[in-house]
């Protein structure tokens, strides 16, 4: 093991020649050449493609910040789960706990890895398990948006559609619109789920990472 074992995320210097992560001014023969990542940086990600890293200076960004922590709590997860008899349950299951989290990210990306993971079982484990981090990864580097949120949690609503009165309906209805108007944080209509969810367990959401998807401490859904 190496100095990256045990690292789930890594923050690079804003602007600076070695660690800036994008528009990092690249000489050639005391031209500027190009604009990239600085010379440390390109060679962290070239070497570990899949480990998630942002630049400090565009943490200040909400939407950017969450993505990164994100990345790191699932990555961790990753790692932890290697370590305990890794196998084709455990990668199925794993992904069937981060389904509705890929969904914020790119619904349909999210259902091609799916098909892709059904369909994999006739490579060998070890071959495909790497292939399936790097495509995890890709997706959910993408920031998620305002309308794959609403529609993740309109999927997430229809397990209670038969558990709710219509006025808890018009009211979890009313929290998911009001998110989408921009009225609402993401924090509101994912709270009032997990409400409805603790007096109407269900297993499947219970095990999702998506009403959770890292410490509450963090309070990083309150301005999303």
């Not at 690079?12 to 031209?31: A, H, I, L, N």
């Not at 990164?68 to 990668?91: D, K, N, P, S």
């Not at 914020?104 to 790497?130: I, M, N, T, V």
């Not at 890292?214 to 859904?221: F, I, N, R």
Request: charged share 25%.
């Amino acid at each position: 093991a190496g100095w990256h074992a045990g690292i789930c995320g890594y923050i690079v210097k804003k602007d600076s020649p070695s660690c800036g992560m994008e528009r990092v001014k690249v000489y050639t023969g005391g031209r500027v050449e190009r604009r990239g990542a600085g010379a440390y940086t390109r060679v962290l990600m070239q070497n570990f493609p899949d480990l998630p890293v942002e630049e400090e200076g565009r943490l200040g960004d909400a939407a950017l910040r969450e993505n990164f922590v994100q990345r790191v709590f699932i990555f961790r997860r990753w790692r932890a789960m290697q370590g305990t008899g890794f196998g084709w349950r455990q990668l199925t299951d794993f992904h069937a706990r981060h389904k509705y989290v890929l969904y914020s990210h790119d619904q349909e990306l999210a259902r091609e890895l799916g098909r892709e993971l059904a369909g994999a079982h006739k490579q060998a484990f070890a071959e495909y398990a790497p292939q399936y981090l790097s495509t995890l990864m890709k997706i959910l580097k993408i920031t998620a948006t305002r309308k794959n949120h609403v529609n993740t949690l309109q999927h997430i609503r229809g397990y209670l559609k038969t558990d709710l009165d219509i006025e808890d309906k018009r009211e979890l209805s009313e929290s998911i619109e009001n998110y989408r108007l921009g009225l609402l944080p993401l924090i509101v209509p994912i709270t009032l789920l997990r409400h409805h969810f603790r007096r109407n367990p269900d297993p499947y959401i219970e095990n999702s990472w998506y009403l959770r998807p890292h410490p509450d401490e963090l309070m990083l859904l309150n301005t999303l």
